[in-house]
């Protein structure tokens, strides 16, 4: 655990799909500022994780808390409306909308217009290669380009925490990571696990739907420890 008090907080955490339970118990804590990275095998309850913390999932047990507050019963919008900004895994953009509608699209829940546009325009600071590409329909997109617009529209409301669920999908993970240089908190579902381990501050290691290891990304950087929690 990070020695500052966390901005995201989940305790003992157990939900599933229909009757079939992934998570277990898992609990893990964010401070403000901070990457962490959670990393473990295809199953392991990754993604599920990071849905449940949004809304997207029903907790069967346990408690998220954000800044103090419970999230439990509050829905993905809501969470918008309170900084936390969801990026779901494979390039999720609105196809038939061009790069900059679909910018729009991400500040849903802004209301005041010049808010709005000076948070797409601080989106395009972190991602100056869809500039040109404002008029452009998404679905003409490159796979990268894409990438770029799913994290550009989470960036929008300049969240306070930034759920991202295998980002560099299509991008190189330092890549992810230079544009995520501007204080946002992190919470990084990532398959890539070396990559991840050199964005992160710390780490979750998920097995069977628990947690296997936590502690500084820099204690696995040893092959056999890596084996070890992760295997």
Sequence with gaps: ????????????????????????????DVAPGEIVALIGHNGAGKSTLLKTIF??????????VLDGMLLNAHTPRELLRMGVAYVPQGNRVF????????????????SDRTRLNEGIEQSLMQFPALRPR????????SGGEKQMLALANAL??????LLMDEPSLGLAPLA????????????????KVREALRIAGRVYVL???????SGPAGALADDAKLREVYL
Excluded at 55 to 64: F, T
Excluded at 95 to 110: A, D, H, K, Q, S
Excluded at 176 to 191: M, R, Y
Aim: no cysteine; aromatic share 4%.
């Design 55 to 64: 809304g997207l999932l029903p907790l069967w047990q346990g408690q998220v």
């Design 95 to 110: 196809t038939g909308l061009t790069v900059r509608e679909n910018l729009e699209m991400g500040g849903v829940t802004v």
């Design 156 to 161: 929008v409301i300049s969240p306070r925490l």
């Design 134 to 141: 404002l008029r452009q329909r998404a679905g003409t997109l």
């Design 176 to 191: 992810v990571a230079e544009a995520l240089d501007s204080g946002v908190t992190v919470l990084i579902v990532e398959q």
């Design 1 to 28: 655990m990070s020695d500052l008090s966390p901005l995201i907080r989940a305790d003992h955490l157990a939900t599933g799909y229909g009757k079939k339970q992934v998570l277990n118990g898992v609990s893990l």
């Design 207 to 213: 097995r069977n739907g628990r947690v296997s290891f």
